[in-house]
């Protein structure tokens, strides 16, 4: 999925790079095949751990409380039992 993006992002792209659980069990590590389009378009790939902003997370948790308080953020639970 990343190199078919990075045949369409515009000059001076900003990627973020955030999680790879899809590769941690895999043999072979994922190689980027279209680097070169990085260099072309002289975009910037940052990587993105939440934890970098835990001191935030507190006026985040009333931020998001109070948004969901006055009905601008719904959420929806889908509890499911067992394995299928």
Do not use: T, V, W
Not at 28 to 44: D, H, T
Not at 49 to 70: G, N, Q, S, T, V
């Amino acid at each position: 999925m990343l190199d078919e993006m990075l045949m369409h992002i515009r000059d001076q792209s900003r990627i973020i790079a955030c999680g790879a659980i899809s590769s941690y069990n895999q043999k072979q590590p994922y190689r980027i095949k279209n680097y070169s389009r990085i260099i072309i378009k002289r975009a910037l790939i940052q990587g993105f751990i939440y934890f970098d902003y835990a001191k935030e997370f507190p006026r985040a948790i009333m931020h998001l409380a109070k948004m969901m308080a006055d009905g601008k953020l719904k959420y929806s639970i889908d509890l499911r039992k067992g394995l299928d």
